[in-house]
Every structure is written in C-alpha cells, then in structure tokens.
C-alpha cells in the first residue's frame, strides 16, 4: 500500500483556515456563553412579575382591602341655639391654646403680646381667625359662623387692651328690630 499525500483540494478542509478565523471562533467561543450566562441569571433573579391585569398586591389595593368600614366624628354640640357670644366661643375653641399661649398663641389679656396684633386692625384679627394664621387653624379648630368668630376675636382682644366694639348677633338684631 502506498500513502499518497493528501491534497487541499479534497474538500476536508476545516471551518477555520486563516489564523484571524482562529481568533474570531475563540473569542465568539468564550463572549456567547458568558452572555447568556448574564442573560438568565437577569431573568432568574428579576423581580416578580404579576400576570396581566392582575393588581391584587398593589399598596391601593391592599389599602382598599384594609381600609375601616366606616368613621365615627365626634362634635361638641351646645344647648344654646342661637350664636354664642364671644366669651363662649373663647371658653370652647380659643382658651385651648390662648390660655397658656400654645404655639405662640397671644396669651389672652396680654397687653404687650396684643398690642402690635391690635394695631393690624378687627378686620385682619378676625380674617386670620376665621381663614388661619401660621400654627392656628381656620376658625381655631372648630365650626363656628364668621360672627361668631369675630366676637370671640373682640372678647380676646379688648381683653388685652383694644376698644374694638362686638359685632351685632344676626338673632339678637332680630329680636330688637322686631322689639321697634
């Protein structure tokens, strides 16, 4: 048996045939793997991923779920029926941070923490105790008509040295009109 020598021309030539070729397989070798490496540990450790339409374990909708069925308000309810005066109103709602001059609150008959709030004039005062003003909150926390809450605002103020005149109630004007 002879060996004859092979020749290239008998088409078992391999894929790759130019050293370029070597580098481009080796490298393409090593970057698919660890690309697809990356790619599925991204998608194993990505969040989960709810079904389309499904919202069941969304912060509303948990929130909706737990949510109370219903909420109890509770109001001071006074006897009187008509507007209260001013020295009422002040007893109800004011004297709670007035008193003692809670969150910088004028402290009621205080000449010198009234003197330059006086000055502004009755509109101001009772347009700041109606609306509220810095720490105070509308109508000093309660539900009161803008009269009565400017007789308070009178009453507090003359208190602390101001000669502001009260407003007239709208039933005692009724009465005394009625009494002409």
């Known amino acids: 048996m002879s060996q004859a020598p092979q020749s290239h021309e008998s088409g078992h030539e391999g894929p790759i045939s130019t050293p370029q070729q070597l580098v481009a397989a080796v490298v ?28 069941a374990l969304s912060a509303q909708a948990v929130s909706e779920r737990i949510m109370p069925v219903s909420q109890v308000d509770l109001k001071l309810v006074s006897a009187n029926t008509g507007p209260r005066s001013g020295e009422e109103i002040y007893k109800a709602a004011c004297a709670a941070c007035h008193a003692a001059g809670a969150l910088g609150a004028p402290i009621f008959a205080d000449a010198g923490a009234w003197g330059g709030r006086i000055g502004k004039g009755l509109e101001t005062l009772a347009l700041h105790a109606i609306k509220g003003f810095n720490a105070m909150p509308p109508q000093g926390g309660g539900e009161m008509s803008d009269t009565e809450i400017t007789a308070a605002v009178v009453y507090m103020a003359n208190a602390g040295g101001a000669k502001f005149e009260a407003p007239a109630m709208p039933a005692a004007a009724a009465s005394e009109a009625a009494a002409q």
């Open 28 to 55: 393409a070798a090593f970057v698919v793997p660890v690309v697809i490496i990356v790619l599925l540990v991204n998608y194993v450790t990505s969040s989960a991923k709810d079904s389309a339409g499904s919202d």
